[in-house]
């Protein structure tokens, strides 16, 4: 029988203070979340950035008690998964592949090697895609599988997208309900999906497939609840100068509140375990801006975690994939590019285009106001947020 590897990808996040600064250097490192059009510049720059973000990330981290629960939550869904799999007769394996935190994508694919698996599933822990995201992953993974023949050598099948799976869309159906009934007028509370954002040009010029994704999904949840409660979708978690996808999470709860809600229940969409958007992003500082604007009861829909009905979307999901034929990375990865200002290079994702512009035209000036602000500690970054 045909040894089984299931890749589940996932961010990865840091799990002590002292891991906030390194975590967040491989995290800007990576040109699917900052692109430069001088590669010499990324290190220097996720240095930078890095080091002069830690003290505020830091401060989150500690806030939920010192670091991302994200490992632990993704090792029990792995080990969950594996028993509902092999209770399905399929004789698999689950190993986690973090993009920027332990443990790393290279040594999960050093266990399947050593494992001797035969084929591999990956499957990445976002029902939606995203350039930033699964794609990140899935290029790291394409890229190992170049300098590594042995490697290139197994049959893989890569998952794109799932946000459509009924059960998963169940299982977040469930889990919305029961918050909703936990308010104290269940029929009129406001339903709130909140998404993690990605910069515009993402959707706009590298036709990143996620703003899409993430509006269908959030309507199909609503379907699948058959409930009639009036719901909105908003955007969390921007970093930096540029646009990112819109409404903004604070600017729609302002919104509702003058608009008079009194009870909000809010479902984070983006992301399948808690982590730190969620548990000090959502919890402390969206709830704080929300009682604010007048919202008397903030409810949270806890992230599905190890959720029964999402584990069984996951064992689906895999066990379709093996019935059908191998299904490589680039069928993912190479996305229909929607405006094109300067010749490319070969691979195009990231803040390409117009950005490029931008990136190309301030690096050196934003590298300077960077070094400038680092040493006064004071400037437009500490304004706008960033640091
Ligand atoms: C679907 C989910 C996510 C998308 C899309 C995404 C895009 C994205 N993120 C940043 C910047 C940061 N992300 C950080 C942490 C973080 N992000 C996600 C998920 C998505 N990111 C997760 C699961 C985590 C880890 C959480 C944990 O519990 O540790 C951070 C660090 C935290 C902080 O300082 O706020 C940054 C920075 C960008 C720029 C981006 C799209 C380009
Ligand atoms: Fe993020
Ligand atoms: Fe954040």
Not at 89 to 107: C, D, L, N, Q
Not at 272 to 280: A, R
Not at 361 to 384: K, Q, T
Request: charged residues 20%.
């Amino acid at each position: 029988m045909a040894r089984i590897g299931v890749l589940l990808l996932n961010l990865g996040g840091p799990e002590r203070i002292q891991d906030v600064g390194p975590f967040l250097y491989n995290l800007f490192a990576d040109p699917e979340i900052i692109r430069l059009p001088l590669p010499q510049l990324q290190k220097p720059l996720a240095w930078l950035i890095s080091s002069l973000r830690a003290g505020r990330s830091q401060k989150a981290y500690r806030s939920i008690g010192g670091g991302s629960p994200l490992r632990r939550i993704t090792d029990q869904q792995a080990k969950v998964l594996q028993s509902e799999l092999r209770q399905r007769g399929i004789e698999a394996t689950t190993y986690v592949a973090m993009r920027y935190w332990h443990p790393f994508t290279e040594s999960a694919v050093g266990d399947i090697k050593a494992d001797e698996i035969d084929e591999v599933v990956v499957l990445p822990l976002y029902p939606q895609f995203s350039i930033s995201t699964s794609g990140s992953s899935f290029r790291l993974l394409d890229r190992l599988r170049q300098d590594d023949p042995a490697f290139a050598r197994l049959p893989l099948r890569a998952i794109g997208s799932w946000y459509e799976h009924p059960r998963y869309l169940q299982a977040m159906a469930e889990l919305i309900s029961s918050t909703l009934d936990q308010a104290n007028a269940p029929d009129k509370a406001h339903v709130f999906f909140s998404a993690h954002g990605v910069p515009k040009s993402y959707v706009e010029e590298a036709g990143d497939p996620y703003q899409e994704q993430i509006e269908r999904c959030a309507s199909l949840i609503m379907d699948t609840m058959q409930r009639e409660n009036a719901y909105t979708l908003a955007y969390q978690s921007r970093v930096g100068p540029v646009e990112w996808l819109q409404p903004y999470t604070e600017d729609a709860l302002q919104g509702l509140g003058e608009a008079g809600v009194k009870e909000l229940v809010v479902v984070p969409i983006s992301f399948v375990s808690e982590h730190i958007e969620t548990l000090e992003e959502i919890d402390i500082e969206y709830r704080h801006i929300a009682t604010e604007v007048g919202i008397e009861n903030f409810l949270r829909v806890p992230a599905l975690g190890t959720h029964p009905t999402f584990i069984h979307a996951l064992a689906d999901l895999v066990e379709s994939s093996l019935a059908k034929e191998p299904v490589e990375l680039a069928t993912f990865t190479q996305l229909p590019q929607k405006t094109k200002l300067y010749p490319q290079e070969k691979w195009e994702w990231g803040w390409n285009n117009s950005s490029e512009v931008w990136n190309g035209r301030l690096a050196m000036v934003g590298f300077l106001a960077i070094l400038l602000e680092v040493l006064s500690g004071h400037g437009p970054l500490h304004a706008l947020g960033l640091l």
